[in-house]
């Protein structure tokens, strides 16, 4: 709390700018995790499915 009250009035936005642009990096790297983990997710499904119809049905 004291450190804020030291520091320089023109200091403070570009700390808020550098702080935004930092959280809305970290959120872009977790929606491209989000992105690659959907597109793994939807390949190994399409195989699994492949996998079952080529099997043969069993009784």
């Known amino acids: 709390m004291i450190d804020k009250m030291t520091k320089d009035p023109a200091q ?16 872009t790297e977790y929606e491209k995790a989000q992105e690659a983990f959907q597109k793994n997710y939807e390949r190994l499904r399409a195989e699994r499915l492949a996998r ?3 099997k043969p049905k069993e009784k």
């Open 12 to 27: 403070r936005p570009a700390e808020k700018a550098f702080l935004h642009a930092h959280k809305r990096r970290a959120v």
């Open 52 to 54: 079952e119809a080529a």
